[in-house]
């Protein structure tokens, strides 16, 4: 279990360090993170390099006892490159580049930046990749801009090229003669620029990925080069971000890390729990919390502080749901620059700053349950599909202007994370083994490997699959389908969609597996037809938009005679609804219910270790007092104390339990 926080030993004058580093030891750290702006610090002048002071502050935190994670610095290139290089910036879309000093104001395409990225980090792991005292590397920072460049735009030509083999294919998979839109040579392809063809704007994201797994991969083989194979290697990601596919970057990283922020307003578990979800299934086993806000943040419309307690709260989370680490970023404002507001551990006048004595209390009790939470890891009988596809060609066609895929896919997670089951977030081609229930929400393009392990999951597994609204539409080119949703599946879900509509107010819709049970859809809904007599219809829309009356909302199809089932779900259904269904749900697919009784606002969840022990994580995230009810007895880790029957959690409690 790692605890620690970025720190720019770069900003601070030699002799203030040892302070630093010792607040941060009493903190309770053991990780820290450095250098992943320093490139001007690191190379001041062109080949002029001065790894001195990192190797000081690495030897300093590392008698304290604080391991490193190096940072290659590539997202912030030093003025002389730019200057001296203008072909390394980033050109704006419109046609301007971008300006130097705002970090990310390179060009991930450029041949030049290549060349200087792969100095600079050649330089580092020559130096620090046989280093004991260095763990892990994180390569460059948020992977985030897109480049409108000439030489970007020759290198996506090229690339579909590399993908459609002829014009003609990329013509027929795009359907080109659409707005005489029919290509004679990939040399004529623009780069898009808002909306454009479906075909060439989910080729385009996929370059964009193409893009930064290149750029990634350029770094990797630089530290490899140098480096011993213990030192892993990592990217700090955003959480929903979705300017590339995140699962096609991750095959080479050993390590998911993200970076988590509030921002304006407070934590929702049974929001950011789905993002730590999301992140844990890039490499499908546990992750790093690179970054998260001590008290606030710098750049929300309002930068309110953390209520306090909160963020221990949001520590006991993070682990329940698979951390190994968790970072403050930052230690320490820079006196200038542009994030001098932001919150940090430490003040201005170099003392803690108050919320460093919750800090504290983090740090002791992580160290605490390190024992009993090594090598444990969440495992859950429930899995959510993610497809990067499908997300960026429905954000292309929301249709509806709340279509929002992340929103949707958070309406399905919420109840189940307020039940307290476990969800793992997945690949949409990931093998489903070993679950019980699949929810895939809105897979709006599907690709036959899809197909094929959803079919495997009910068929052969007998799994229970839940296909949400604006499922299998579109194929893997982003053209429509020659049949009705949803597509390739309709066999499986026993139903298709005869048609959709846009929602421009509610339709009523009640459920007929609880006939007492009545809400809405929203935003969304679906004419289905069953498509075989075993086809059950659950739910139906009331009088509506004479469309919809009356007609199947909700289908059940129960697949082969002793297989699976598919619910196919027609509507973006109101909370309650959605709350009955999920209920419904996890009976009907036999998942095993939580055993601790928890009220509103408490969280539930385990780790476990490979032979089945549990380690039982009890989050109260109210302000105020709750109680729960354990079948068992437990021990609590961090207090030492024996808990049984009826126990009560002060606001933002927390207990740890074996
Ligand atoms: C992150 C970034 C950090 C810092 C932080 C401020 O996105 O990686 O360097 O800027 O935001 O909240």
Request: include cysteine; charged fraction near 20%.
């Amino acid at each position: 279990m790692y605890f620690g926080t970025a720190w720019y030993p770069e900003h601070w004058p030699e002799t203030r360090w040892p302070e630093d580093v010792r607040m941060m030891r009493e903190a309770g750290m053991n990780v820290c993170r450095i250098a992943e702006f320093a490139w001007s610090s690191l190379e001041p002048l062109e080949g002029e390099y001065e790894f001195d002071w990192l190797e000081r502050a690495i030897a300093l935190l590392a008698d304290n006892g604080i391991a490193v994670v190096l940072g290659t610095p590539t997202a912030a290139p030093p003025a002389w490159l730019t200057h001296h290089h203008p072909d390394t910036l980033a050109i704006e879309p419109d046609g301007r580049p971008a300006q130097h000093g705002n970090r990310c104001h390179y060009s991930p395409t450029s041949p030049t930046y290549h060349k200087y990225v792969r100095r600079i980090v050649e330089h580092m792991a020559r130096r620090f990749g046989q280093d004991p005292r260095v763990i892990g590397w994180q390569i460059d920072n948020e992977y985030n801009r897109i480049d409108y460049s000439e030489n970007t735009h020759r290198q996506f030509q090229h690339y579909l090229k590399e993908q459609y083999g002829s014009i003609e294919a990329l013509n027929a998979h795009w359907h080109t003669a659409y707005w005489s839109q029919t290509y004679t040579d990939f040399d004529e392809i623009p780069l898009p620029i808002g909306p454009h063809n479906p075909g060439l704007m989910l080729a385009f994201r996929r370059f964009i990925t193409r893009v930064w797994k290149e750029f990634q991969q350029l770094q990797i083989a630089s530290i490899r080069m140098y480096s011993r194979p213990e030192q892993w290697i990592t990217h700090n990601f955003m959480g929903w971000f979705d300017g590339f596919d995140h699962y096609v970057l991750c095959e080479d990283l050993d390590l998911a890390s993200w970076d988590w922020y509030v921002g304006t307003g407070h934590h929702d578990y049974t929001r950011t729990g789905a993002a730590h979800d999301l992140t844990r299934g890039f490499k499908r086993r546990n992750f790093w919390v690179m970054e998260t806000q001590p008290g606030s943040v710098n750049w929300a419309p309002v930068n309110n502080v953390l209520y306090r307690g909160e963020a221990r709260c949001m520590a006991w989370h993070a682990v329940a749901h698979g951390a190994d680490a968790l970072l403050y970023w930052q230690w320490r404002s820079a006196p200038g620059g542009q994030e001098q507001l932001h919150g940090s551990l430490i003040g201005a006048d170099g003392r803690p700053r108050p919320f460093y004595q919750e800090a504290c209390q983090i740090g002791a009790e992580l160290a605490r349950a390190a024992g009993v939470l090594r090598d444990t890891t969440p495992r859950n009988e429930v899995a959510f599909l993610n497809s990067y596809d499908a997300r960026w060609a429905l954000d292309a066609q929301r249709h509806h202007r709340d279509f929002d895929p992340v929103a949707h896919l958070l309406h399905y997670y919420r109840p189940f994370a307020s039940r307290n089951i476990g969800v793992d977030i997945v690949h949409a081609e990931a093998d489903l083994s070993g679950y019980r229930l699949v929810v895939a929400p809105a897979l709006f393009v599907l690709s036959e490997a899809t197909v094929a392990q959803l079919t495997r999951f009910v068929t052969e597994q007998k799994g229970t699959l839940v296909l949400t609204v604006r499922t299998g539409q579109k194929d893997v080119h982003n053209a429509l389908f020659p049949v009705l949703q949803p597509g390739p599946l309709r066999e499986i879900a026993g139903a298709e969609v005869e048609e959709f509509f846009a929602l421009d107010e509610p339709v009523p819709v009640y459920g007929e597996w609880e006939a007492s049970l009545e809400g809405q859809g929203r935003i969304w809904a679906e004419r289905l037809r069953p498509l075989s007599e075993r086809t059950q219809v659950i739910a139906r829309f009331g009088l509506a938009n004479g469309w919809l009356d009356n007609g199947p909302a909700i289908t059940r199809h129960p697949v082969g005679t002793d297989g699976g089932q598919v619910v196919l779900v027609g509507t973006w259904l109101s909370e309650a609804l959605q709350d009955a269904l999920t209920r419904w749900l996890v009976q009907a697919a036999g998942v095993t219910p939580e055993p601790i009784e928890a009220p509103p606002g408490v969280e539930v969840l385990r780790r476990y270790t490979s032979d089945g022990c549990a380690v039982t994580f009890v989050i109260n995230h109210n302000r105020q007092e709750a109680s729960v009810v354990l079948p068992g007895t437990g021990q609590d880790v961090l207090t030492g104390e024996t808990c049984a029957g009826t126990v009560i959690l002060p606001g933002y409690g927390v207990r740890v339990l074996v």
